[in-house]
């Protein structure tokens, strides 16, 4: 990857090569007192991440200056995460605590050389003195304390002589300051309260202000990364290293863009509410957006850090669709988790003229997924169904089993409808099959044509469990706290059924459960009596589907209707919805890409000019709402090195299957980094794909030759190993060779 992918490594990086520092420290300095969250994971990706990239460290340090609010419940908390993620700490962790004594000394400092003073005004003149945005403040009588007046009060503070508010030290700064934070800040303040780890030796606590650029200084700190929040405290921070004169080198502040998500809130304190309230069930309620609840909900640590390397690193606020992250979490779980059956509403079904009992063997994973294994699936007359799999009055389009549509049972055979049994009231209680023997899943003789193939379970062997469906906790787009809790966040479902290799054989803890999402052992409540598993994520993004254009001839409302339920993005507006419309239609886009151009202006721009240069609306739209719209989030449109010609020149290449859309990526990525014209990378890196059968056959033949077991396999029937060959021949081309070619070559050295 790109080492220099965000303006803050591109610093790093300058400073580096200009000798500026030899070795890189960064630092993760979160305040214990609440849980982090997915915005935390995003400082510490970029923090341990940068670190890492540079070989230098990262040090993981409280910041608990604030004694009333802080425990180590959350210190725990704050470490664990940072672990999960994958990331080490420098040395042990680091309190601001621990270097309260140093900061003192220092404040003494700053007040023998003048530059700071014991103010005694109370809080409401203080304010009032501060001044306003447009006016300058005026500095406090108490300003002209002589320097032994000032460190005897001091001293006498830090003692507790006096109480919570009568005095404070401040900075002499400049009161007419443009910047207010420079206005005389404050620099400790009196608090009577004990401390989680200092106990009740100080009666003074320092502010951030005062005790951060010191803390880094003390740790060797080089870049103190934050967000924009302290972007006006940042004067604050070089004056204080500045006016103590400290030896360099010395550390500089940098400020990004802090994590919002929709549909999420994002502060400890109103998360803290939650969890008090009881509105959750704990800091780590699958829920949460915390990185306990995440986990706990079944997220990998992959995904997380994936998500945060999509969003990337930049400058400007911005609210990031929270289906962004759950396309991150599902993206990862489909390469990894084992594919088995769940039925959440049973239907029993006994297949008439079935008798006795076998075992099925069924593979774990698609043919696209890189991992093998398998699990046996008994069967036998009876099965279980889901109800919604079978109608005795399908509508159009319905293709599963109807009295006169028969269905592949998946990994099985194909059954036909032969009864229902109804109870007194009508309700269908359970279907009477039969099946045809020599249409068995993978040695298919039967000449039987179904539509789909559905999910079912052996009804002596099938487990019960508990299914925890989440929907998002908030119900709007921009909530503020609890009022604003979705009430149907959380759906129990008891009575569901999977197959018995999910509970005996432990494959995984995540399971996509077909057709109805992927799930995760719940970590506490789960045990083999009573399984528990929770839904991370459906396997579609449920909002791409719900927010349909709307048909040009409804009448306009008045007020457009919020949608609030689980999934959907924001509505667009009339213009954007406008753009979307001529996007889907004119350019024949689905509906997520026209969706990213109708809210982005600049991309859609830049993707009209691509689609001027060369008349391909889909490959073109595919580059852009992935590619370049990946690189616009760190870069402006000005930085790129590359141009809409480049892109529509990439794109033709693609349609003309000089090179396959794989090695596209790597074009783009090459181009974005070097502003070389996709011709000439392809023509200097050799990536031209390969289409000449003569050049393959002979790659075919040695995947085979290497793999006589799944060759041996594939004969017996099991086709879905050819996607594997495809796969190793691909893979052994370094991806240039042409898929559709390679497939039509194995399908016949296979034949
Ligand atoms: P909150 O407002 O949620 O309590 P905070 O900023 O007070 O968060 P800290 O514990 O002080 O939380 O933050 C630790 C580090 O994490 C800081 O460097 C902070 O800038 C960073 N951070 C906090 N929230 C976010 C976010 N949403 N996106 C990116 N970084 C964040
Ligand atoms: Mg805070």
Known sequence: MDKKRDFLRRIVAEDLESGKYSKIVTRFPPEPNGYPHIGHAKSISINFGIARDFGGVCNLRMDDTNPTTEDTEYVEALKDAVEWLGFKWDGDVRHTSDYFDRLYEWAKELVKIGKAYVDSLPEDKMR???????????????????????????????????????????????MASPNMKMRDPLLYRIRHAHHFRAGDKWAIYPMYDFAHCLSDYIEGVTHSICTLEFENNRDIYDWVIDTLGLEPPRPYQYEFARLNINYTVMSKRKLLELVQKGVVSGWDDPRMPTIAGLRRRGYTPESILNFCEQIGVAKTNSVVDVAQLEYAIRDDLNKKVPRVMCVVNPLKVTIENYEGSEELEASYYPHDVPKEGSRKLPFSKEIYIDRGDFEENPPKGYYRLTPTQPVRLKHAYIIEFKEAIKDEAGNIVELIVTYYPDSKSGNDKSG?????????????????????????????????????????????????????AVIEEKA????????????????????????????????????????????????????????????????????????????????????????????????????????????????????????????????????LKFNPKYVASLAKMVDEEIISSKIAKEVFEAMAKSGETPEQIVESRGLKQISNPDEILPIIDEVIAKNPDNVAKFKSGNQKLFGFFVGQVLKATGGKAN??????????RLA
């Open 128 to 174: 009032e003195y501060r001044g306003t945005v447009t006016s300058p403040g005026k500095r406090s009588e108490y300003a002209n304390r002589s320097v032994e007046e000032n460190l005897d009060l001091l001293e006498r503070m830090k003692r507790g002589e006096f109480k919570d508010g009568e005095h404070v030290l401040r900075a002499k700064i400049d």
């Open 448 to 500: 039987i044509k179904v539509k789909s193939a559905i999910q079912w379970v052996e009804a002596n062997s099938a487990k019960e469990v508990e299914l925890r469906v989440y929907d998002r906790l908030f119900k709007c787009e921009a909530p503020e706290g609890i009022e604003d809790v979705n009430p149907n966040s959380l759906q129990i479902v008891k009575g569901a059924l999977v197959e018995p």
């Open 739 to 748: 898929p559709k070619v390679v497939n039509e070559l194995v399908s016949k």
């Open 508 to 639: 995984d803890v995540r399971f996509q459960f077909e057709r109805e999402g992927n799930f995760f052992a719940d970590p506490v409540d789960y045990s083999d009596k009573k399984p528990v598993f929770n839904k991370i994520v459906g396997l579609k993004d449920s909002w791409a589907k719900k927010s349909k254009p709307k048909p040009k001839q409804e009448p306009k409302k008045s007020k457009p209707k919020q949608k609030q339920s689980g999934g959907e993005m924001a509505e667009l507006n009339e213009q954007e919805q406008a753009v979307f419309d001529k996007f889907i239609k004119e350019y024949g886009l689905n509906k997520q890409v026209a969706s990213i151009f109708a809210r982005d202006e600049v991309l859609a721009k830049f993707y009209e000019d691509a689609t001027k240069e060369y008349d391909s609306a889909v490959t073109v739209a595919n580059i852009v709402a992935n590619d370049v719209a990946k690189e616009l989030k760190s870069k402006s449109l000005e930085e």
